[in-house]
């Protein structure tokens, strides 16, 4: 059981170019995430699905598309990216547990930074 | 703006200690999680509390939900080096809801 993987680990990139984070997770859950990590800013969303074929804006979604890819593959891509895109993306999964709560499941992460 | 304010930021403490952090909204809550990240890792979840005054313990941790549902804590007894990591508290603000909205940390170092 690898969980939620991430790649790349680590990426540059100059301002305008694009790219995409891939992740997979492979605990069978219906609901992903991306959020983005900042210095003294805690975890943001900034897109989530909740289901297959489903996707829904978070707190941050301005300069990023996402594609829920199958069950298993939820990628973030930037289209022309910008030097305020840097920061440390993660990825997580959940299932709704009884009790009022979803448990998130995260990726390692990907460290971004934009020149 | 941001929900979920904790406090300390940044704590620094000799190993023994107890240290208290504190998480908290002028916003209910159906639920809240805390999770700690250790460097170059994703957050791990410790503890979810949904009722109101509920505390729950996790060996040496003590998590606590307020009784109006907007505020949490967490106590340490005997911290180790092994505590070391960020400590994020997340709550939900509706049940079985997707988004969790995450408070901006507490860096907790414990020296040996």
């Known amino acids: 059981n690898a969980g939620v993987t991430q790649t790349p680990k680590f990426q540059v990139l100059k301002t305008g170019q694009s790219m995409t984070l891939q992740c997979a997770q492979d605990?069978?859950?219906?609901?992903m995430y991306w959020y983005r990590q900042d210095p003294g800013m805690g975890l943001r969303l900034i897109y989530y699905s909740a289901s297959e074929g489903t996707t829904d804006k978070g707190e941050v979604p301005n300069g990023y598309n996402v594609s829920r890819l199958n069950k298993r593959e939820f990628s973030l891509r930037l289209e022309s990216a910008a030097p305020s895109q840097t920061s440390v993306y993660f990825c997580?999964?959940?299932?709704?547990?009884?009790?009022?709560?979803?448990?998130?499941?995260f990726g390692p992460g990907t460290r971004l930074t934009v020149l | 703006t941001q929900l979920l304010e904790q406090s300390p930021q940044f704590l620094s403490i000799q190993e023994g200690e107890n240290l208290t952090v504190y998480c908290n909204s002028s916003?209910?809550?159906?639920?809240l999680q805390w999770y700690r990240q250790e460097p170059g890792e994703g957050p791990v979840l410790l503890v979810t509390?949904?009722?109101?005054?509920e505390v729950k313990k996790l060996k040496r941790l003590t998590f606590q939900f307020g009784d109006a549902r907007k505020d949490s804590s967490l106590h340490i007894t005997a911290a180790q080096p092994g505590d070391t990591g960020l400590y994020l508290c997340?709550?939900?603000?509706?049940?079985?809801?997707?988004?969790?909205?995450f408070g901006t940390g507490t860096r907790l170092t414990v020296i040996p």
């Open positions: 997340a709550g939900s603000t509706e049940t079985g809801a997707n988004n969790l909205f």
């Open positions: 509390v949904v009722t109101g005054g």
């Open positions: 916003s209910v809550f159906s639920s």
């Open positions: 605990m069978n859950h219906n609901s």
């Open positions: 997580a999964s959940s299932e709704f547990r009884g009790g009022g709560s979803h448990e998130q499941f």
